[in-house]
């Protein structure tokens, strides 16, 4: 049975792919490590038309995991847009059943599973107008599957008012937060270096890792990171 984290991020483009990534890569030197996400909007198609999973693609190819792209993620989108959006032009809209099913059939093929959000915390993933169904938020997402969560933000202009709002909306939510990674991190900036420091004193949260632009490794030893899957 697999040990489980959730990978959110202050918004998109953020960084939580390549995080994932490099999360990903770390325990899979040493242990069966895999990914999942429950919808990914704004891929593209192969020479046959078919969508191919671009963040789940990207996270098989840095990590060298062996798994399946198909089992990372059910629900694939063309149009660049929130998933509750992309399906409803697209169709196929996201059912929870169908995200629990594919998430517990990864629990006795790796050790520790990876799960990665779409968007911000406040992402809609399935928003029926008419409401002959419930509506799916990326919370219900974390909440049904027993999740606790990373943050990851980025280290620049405007992340204390971001980090600090996603930090208190999952607290009041009691989403459990292990602590934030920051992305796009300069060491010796000092407008980045402050950023952190008010983060960590305004939310009481700690910073696992500082991840820089083009890093090939995740800098957090294999037992530290392991420990936060539960």
């Known amino acids: 049975m697999s040990k489980n984290l959730f990978i959110t991020g202050t918004g998109t483009d953020v960084g939580k792919t390549f995080v994932s990534a490099l999360i990903v890569k770390k325990l899979a030197s040493k242990a069966k490590s895999g990914y999942y996400k429950a919808a990914m909007s704004g891929n593209i198609r192969d020479k046959n038309g078919n969508l191919i999973p671009g963040d789940a693609k990207f996270v098989k190819d840095v990590s060298g995991i062996g798994q399946s792209l198909e089992s990372m993620c059910p629900y694939v989108y063309e149009n660049a847009y929130s998933p509750h959006l992309a399906s409803r032009v697209e169709g196929n809209p996201v059912s929870m059943e169908v995200v629990e099913r594919g998430f517990l059939a990864l629990q006795d093929e790796f050790d520790y599973l990876t799960v990665e959000g779409s968007g911000g915390i406040l992402c809609p993933i399935d928003y029926d107008k008419s409401c002959k169904r419930p509506h799916i938020f990326l919370e219900d997402v974390i909440q049904n599957l027993h999740l606790s969560s990373i943050i990851v933000a980025d280290a620049g202009l405007g992340t204390i008012n971001s980090l600090v709002l996603t930090a208190n ?62």
Request: proline content about 0%.
């Open 169 to 230: 909306y999952m607290t009041s939510k009691n989403l459990g937060i292990k602590g934030i990674i920051f992305n796009h991190f300069h060491k010796g900036n000092i407008m980045q270096e402050d950023n952190i420091y008010m983060c960590e004193k305004m939310t009481g949260l700690k910073t696992l890792a500082l991840v820089s632009d083009g890093d090939k490794d995740l800098d957090m030893d294999f037992e530290t990171l392991a420990g936060l899957y539960e």
